[in-house]
Antibody
Framework: QVQLLQSGAEVKKPGASVKISCKAS????????MHWVRQAPGQRLEWMGW????????KYSQRFQGRVTITRDTSASTAYMELSSLTSEDTAVYYC????????WGQGTLVTVSS | DIVMTQSPDSLAVSLGERATINCKSS????????????LAWYQQKPGQPPKVLFY???TRESGVPDRFSGSGSGTDFTLTISSLQAEDVAVYHC?????????FGQGTKVEIK
């Protein structure tokens, strides 16, 4: 069965960067795009961008353009999302997900940004 | 960006009664070439990731009880729970995957009255 296993919670200071991993199993990693979605406290789900796991192409939400980088390691069936220049507004649970209508989601990674 | 607006923000329904959630998109999410609505519904319980209930607006995900139904087309969509059960207490989100940036509704919290 498809599983997406994310790295653990992070605490970062303002101005720092965070890199979250998402290890996929149960399918051929390069078959499906990997999306990243975040959920800040009390806010709606917010799509950040996606990665074509086959060729490495990416597309980012304009809201995060310049701050977010999504990459992959096909040999490890793992996708990564790095967000830079963190502020307290970036405190959220970050999810990797396969969103193809049907969907699989990782368990989420809490990122807390605090001085 | 396509703005997704759900109504109501919350609702309390008695066990066994019907719950109806509406979702309106700021532009059509119906792709004319394949006649598919690029709209999904998710259920999210505290501390858990969202779980897909429907995609293509009305295609039920495997394992989703048939008391749940999804309907609508174009810009107006509805999620209905025909007979609310205790385990249905959750936040429900609609989501358009018609165009980037993909967007979500603000969520509707369903509780027991």
């Amino acid at each position: 069965q498809v599983q997406l296993l994310q790295s653990g919670a992070e605490v970062k200071k303002p101005g720092a960067s965070v890199k979250i991993s998402c290890k996929a199993s149960g399918y051929t990693f390069t078959t499906y795009a990997m999306h990243w979605v975040r959920q800040a406290p009390g806010q709606r789900l917010e799509w950040m961008g996606w990665l074509d796991a086959g060729n490495g192409d990416t597309k980012y939400s304009q809201r995060f353009q310049g701050r977010v980088t999504i990459t992959r390691d096909t040999s490890a069936s793992t996708a990564y999302m790095e967000l830079s220049s963190l502020t307290s507004e970036d405190t959220a649970v970050y999810y990797c997900a396969i969103l193809a209508g049907w969907a699989y989601w990782g368990q989420g990674t809490l990122v807390t940004v605090s001085s | 960006d396509i703005v997704m607006t759900q109504s109501p923000d919350s609702l309390a329904v008695s066990l066994g009664e019907r719950a109806t959630i509406n979702c309106k998109s700021s532009q059509s999410v119906l792709y004319s070439s394949n006649n598919k609505n690029y709209l999904a519904w998710y259920q999210q319980k505290p501390g858990q990731p969202p779980k897909v209930l429907f995609y293509w607006a009305s295609t039920r995900e495997s394992g989703v009880p048939d008391r749940f139904s999804g309907s609508g087309s174009g810009t107006d969509f509805t999620l209905t729970i025909s007979s609310l059960q205790a385990e249905d207490v959750a936040v429900y989100h609609c989501h358009q995957y018609y165009s980037t940036p993909w967007t979500f509704g603000q969520g509707t919290k369903v509780e027991i009255k």
